[in-house]
C-alpha cells in the first residue's frame, strides 16, 4: 500500500460521513461562548456611539455619567489615545491603497453612524448602558459623504483631508486584446449595469471579547469571537505596546463568523485597552442593534460591464468597470479594497476569452465600514459574468447551457494561467455542468417551463458557473499592517491510554472544523474516531497558525494535521519493532493497535505501547527514540491559491401581479479537492447557497440620503427563513490539488458565490417574455415590478 493512500488507509475516515464530536455538547447546551463566561471582579463596557454619519465632537460632559450607580470608569477617545495606538488598513502589495488612522474611540470626529465615541465601564452591562444615557455631547453635524457614485466628484466633502480625496484604491488590468475583440464587426457585444447591495452576516453569536490584564505577570488573556487567534495576538500586543508571548488570545466555541470575525474592530481594541487601564477584566457583547451598525458590511458595489460573443456562439473578451463603496476606513488589517480586487480577480474566470479588461474604484464614505464577508467577491464576480453569459446567449438565439459548453475552459487543458493572470492546476468545469444539468433533468425542466408559460406561470431557469480560490499562499497577505499567516500547525499526541490529542491553528466556528482534524488524523495514525479529541483557537496551546478564513480549513490546517499524524504513526513504529523485534516498515497502526502490515494480526495494543514509553522506560533500548508526539506545519507553495469550481442552478416562479420571487429548487455540484466528511460538506454548500440567496432575495443595508441605517433591526432587515428556502441538491466532482497529500481544497463560500448568478438568471429567464430584466440585488418586488413596466 503506498503511503499516499494515506488518505485511504485500512480504517481511513476521510470521505465518511461521521457526526461532528462536538455536536453532543453544544446540543446539550454545554457550549462555552464568550459571553457564558465570568471571571473575578469582571466589569462591563457599553459605549456610546455616534447618531450622525458625520460629525465633529465639540464636547463631552460625562458628569452625570460617572456618578452613576454601578460605573467604574467612563473614557473618552483622548484618553484611550494614550493605551492604544491607531492602525492603518493597508497592505503594500495593493500598491496605491490608502487610509486614514483610526482609533479605538473617536477623538474629534465621529465618520460613520455607530462608531463608538465613548466607553463606560460598569458592574453590569445594564448599568453601563444606562450610564452612557447620562452623557451629553455637543456634536457639530458635518456633510456626509453618503453615495458612492458621487464621493470623487467635485464638491463632494473629502472625508479625511489629510489624504486628497475619497479614492482609496484604483487597480486596472488588461489581458489578451479586448478592444480587437469588441471592434470584431461580425461579433455582438451585450452590456448591463450590475449593483449588489450592502449586506452583513448576522452571526448567531454577536461579536465578544472579554479582556483580562493581570498586571502580577504583565500580561493579557483575551477570550475572544474569533477566527484567527494568532493575529490578533499580534494586533493586541502592537497596539497596546506589549510582547506577543505576553498576550494570550483563547477562541473557544464561536457562533458562526462568516468572515465577520476576522478583523479589527475599535470597540474590541477599546476593551482590551479598558482591561490593561483597569487591571481587571472587562467584557464587551454586541447586541443585534448596535452589530448592525458596526459589524463590518460587504457587497456594495456597482459594476458596467459588456462581452463580446461571436455569432457562432464563443465569448471573445469581457470588460468590467467596478465602483465600490467601504466606509470611511480600510479595514484593518486585511483591508477593504480586496473585495473589489477580487472581483478583477474573478470576472470571466471559468472562461477562454482573448480579451479581458477590468477596473476596480474603491472609495470612501460615511457609511459602516465595508470588508472580507463569506467568498469575498466572488458573488459579485459570478453574478456579473453570468449575467453576461446569459445576455450573450440571448442575444445569438443560443441555448445558456450550450454557451457555456463551448466556452467553459476544458477539464483537460490544465494546467492554465487565464487572462486575469490566475494560475489554475486543475478544474472540472465541464464535468460539473455536466453532472449539473443531468440532476436537474434540464430537457424536461425546459418543457415544463414552458408548458406552464403558455397557461401564465412564469418559472425560469438560472444556470452560472464558477470559481472560488481557497488555500491561500503567502502571496495573498503581503506586508503592511499586521502579520497574517498562511501557514498552519498541528500537534498529535499519543498518550498513555492510546487515545490521541490534537491541537491546530485553524478554529471551529460551527463549520466543523474539530470533525475535519479528527477524521484526518484516526485515520494517519490509526485509531477508532472516538479516541480523538482536538483543541484549537488558543494561542498558548496550539502549534501557531493562520486561523479559519478563505476555506483554508481544510485545505491547509487539514494538511498539516495529516502530516502531524503521519509523522506520529511513523514514530510509534519505530518504538514498536523495537518492543516486538519486528522491522518497522513489517508493521502498521489499525484500530488503536500495532499490527502486522502484511496480514493485519494485532501485535500490540496502544495502550501497552503508551504504558511502557510513558511509565517504563527503563524496559527499552537506550538509543531508542521515545517521542509519542508529533508537531508539523504546512503552507502552500505552487500556486498562490488552490482554485475550486461548480456549477449552479436555480429553478423558480415570478409572480408578475405582485413581483415575489418562489424558490422551487436550488442544484449545486462542486468540485473542493478531497470531501474529507461529505455531510459536513453538503452543509456547507447548502449554507452557502442559503446565505447567497438571503443576499440575492432579501438582505439589504439600506441608508438614508445623511447616511443613516434604516435596516438597523430584524424587523427591517429580512434574512433567509427555512420556510422560504427550496430544497437544495448537493453533489461532488472530485479534483484533488496535488499540492498536498490531502488534495483537499476549501469547501466553506462555493455555495454562496455561484447562487446569486443563479437566481438573476432565473428570474431574468422567467421575465423574457416580457422583455424585462433586473441586475440590481437584492431582486425585490419592488425591482421586479419597475423591469416589468407596473410601477
Known amino acids: 500500500m503506498s503511503e499516499l493512500s494515506a488518505v485511504d488507509r485500512p480504517n481511513s475516515y476521510i470521505g465518511r460521513s461521521v457526526p461532528r464530536p462536538n455536536a453532543k455538547r453544544l446540543l446539550a447546551g454545554r457550549g462555552q461562548y464568550v459571553d457564558d463566561l465570568r471571571l473575578p471582579r469582571m466589569v462591563h463596557v457599553a459605549f ?340 453576461l453569459v446569459d445576455l450573450a446567449a440571448e442575444a445569438i438565439g443560443m441555448d445558456p447551457a450550450e454557451i457555456r459548453r463551448r466556452n467553459l475552459l476544458p477539464d483537460d487543458g490544465y494546467p492554465f494561467r487565464n487572462l486575469a493572470n490566475l494560475a489554475f492546476e486543475g478544474l472540472s468545469h465541464h464535468a460539473c455542468l455536466t453532472k449539473l444539468l443531468a440532476m436537474m433533468d434540464y430537457e424536461a425542466l425546459k418543457a415544463e417551463r414552458d408548458a406552464l408559460r403558455a397557461k401564465g406561470v412564469y418559472r425560469g431557469i438560472g444556470i452560472a458557473s464558477f470559481i472560488e480560490l481557497t488555500n491561500p499562499s503567502p502571496f495573498m497577505y ?66 501557531y497558525g493562520g486561523g479559519t478564513w478563505a476555506s483554508r480549513g481544510a485545505g491547509i490546517g487539514g494538511e498539516a494535521a495529516l502530516q502531524a499524524g503521519n509523522a506520529l504513526r511513523e514514530q510509534i513504529l519505530v518504538i514498536a519493532g523495537a518492543m516486538l523485534q519486528a522491522a518497522p516498515e513489517s508493521l502498521d497502526v489499525r484500530g488503536g493497535a500495532v499490527v502486522d502490515r502484511a496480514t493485519g494480526a494485532e501485535r500490540l495494543a496502544l495502550e501497552e505501547l503508551g504504558r511502557i514509553v510513558y511509565f517504563r522506560g527503563d524496559t527499552l533500548p537506550k538509543d531508542l527514540p521515545r517521542e509519542l508526539v508529533a508537531t508539523r506545519h504546512y503552507t502552500p507553495k505552487d500556486y498562490p491559491f488552490a482554485f475550486t469550481n461548480g456549477a449552479q442552478a436555480s429553478y423558480l416562479e415570478v409572480d408578475v401581479e405582485t413581483g415575489f420571487v418562489t424558490l422551487l429548487k436550488h442544484w449545486c455540484v462542486e468540485d473542493c479537492g478531497t470531501v474529507i466528511n461529505p455531510m459536513l460538506v453538503d452543509e456547507q454548500i447548502r449554507g452557502g447557497v442559503v446565505q447567497g440567496l438571503g443576499g440575492a432575495l432579501l438582505e439589504h443595508c439600506v441608508y438614508s440620503p445623511e447616511g443613516q441605517l434604516l435596516t438597523g433591526s430584524l424587523a427591517d432587515y429580512l434574512l433567509p427563513m427555512a420556510g422560504e428556502m427550496p430544497d437544495i441538491a448537493v453533489a461532488h466532482v472530485e479534483t484533488p490539488t496535488k499540492e498536498s497529500a490531502l488534495g483537499a481544497k476549501g469547501a466553506g463560500e462555493a455555495g454562496t458565490a455561484g447562487a446569486p448568478a443563479a437566481v438573476q438568471n432565473a428570474i431574468n429567464d422567467a421575465l423574457r417574455p416580457f422583455g424585462a430584466r433586473v441586475f440590481a440585488q437584492p431582486f425585490t418586488p419592488a425591482r421586479i415590478l419597475t423591469a416589468l413596466g407596473k410601477i
Open 48 to 387: 456610546l456611539r455616534s447618531p450622525h454619519a458625520h460629525a465633529r465632537i465639540l464636547a463631552i460632559d460625562s458628569t452625570a455619567a460617572k456618578a452613576a450607580p454601578g460605573v467604574v470608569r467612563v473614557v473618552t477617545g483622548a484618553e484611550m489615545a494614550a493605551v492604544c495606538t491607531p492602525w492603518v488598513g493597508v497592505l503594500h502589495h495593493l500598491k496605491g491603497l490608502k487610509s486614514a488612522p483610526q482609533h479605538a474611540l473617536a477623538i474629534d470626529r465621529a465618520c460613520w453612524q455607530g462608531e463608538p465615541v465613548v466607553a463606560v465601564v460598569a458592574r453590569t452591562r445594564a448599568e453601563a448602558e444606562d450610564a452612557v444615557g447620562l452623557i451629553e455631547v455637543a456634536w457639530e453635524a458635518l456633510p456626509a459623504a453618503v453615495d458612492m457614485e458621487a464621493a470623487l466628484a467635485a464638491g463632494t466633502l473629502v472625508i479625511h483631508p489629510e489624504l486628497g480625496d475619497n479614492l482609496a484604491f484604483q487597480r486596472e488590468h488588461v489581458g489578451g486584446e479586448p478592444d480587437s475583440c469588441f471592434a470584431d464587426p461580425d461579433g455582438v457585444v451585450v452590456q448591463a449595469t450590475f449593483h449588489t447591495g450592502r449586506h452583513t452576516g448576522v452571526c448567531l453569536e454577536g461579536r465578544a471579547i472579554l479582556a483580562d490584564w493581570n498586571p502580577a505577570e504583565g500580561r493579557l488573556t483575551a477570550y475572544h469571537s474569533n477566527q484567527a487567534p494568532h493575529m490578533m495576538q499580534t494586533v493586541f500586543a502592537k497596539h497596546l505596546g506589549l510582547r506577543e508571548g505576553d498576550v494570550r488570545v483563547i477562541c473557544r466555541d464561536v457562533g458562526g463568523s462568516y468572515g465577520i470575525k476576522v478583523h479589527v474592530y475599535p470597540d474590541e481594541m477599546a476593551t482590551a485597552a479598558l482591561a490593561r487601564m483597569l487591571a481587571r477584566p472587562v467584557k464587551f457583547s454586541a447586541d443585534r442593534i448596535e452589530g448592525m451598525v458596526s459589524d463590518i458590511h460587504a457587497r456594495d458595489h456597482r459594476i458596467t460591464a459588456r462581452a463580446a460573443v461571436t455569432k457562432d456562439g464563443t465569448i471573445t473578451a469581457m470588460e468590467i468597470d467596478d465602483l465600490t463603496g467601504i466606509g470611511p476606513y480600510s479595514v484593518y488589517p486585511r483591508t477593504s479594497a480586496v473585495e473589489g480586487n477580487q472581483v478583477v480577480n474573478l470576472c470571466g474566470g471559468p472562461y477562454g476569452l482573448r480579451g479581458y479588461k477590468a477596473r476596480t474604484t474603491v472609495v470612501f464614505q460615511n457609511k459602516t465600514p465595508t470588508c472580507q464577508y463569506r467568498a469575498v467577491g466572488h458573488p459579485i464576480a459570478t453574478a456579473v459574468t453570468e449575467g
Open 478 to 543: 503581503g506586508i503592511g499592517g499586521a502579520r497574517i499567516s498562511a501557514m498552519d500547525g498541528a500537534t498529535v499526541r499519543l498518550d498513555p491510554d492510546g487515545s490521541i490529542a490534537i491541537a491546530s491553528g485553524v478554529t471551529e466556528q460551527g463549520q466543523g472544523t474539530e470533525a475535519m482534524l479528527a477524521q484526518i488524523v484516526a485515520g494517519a495514525v490509526g485509531v477508532d474516531l472516538s479516541r480523538v479529541r482536538v483543541t484549537t483557537g488558543d494561542t498558548e496551546t496550539t502549534p
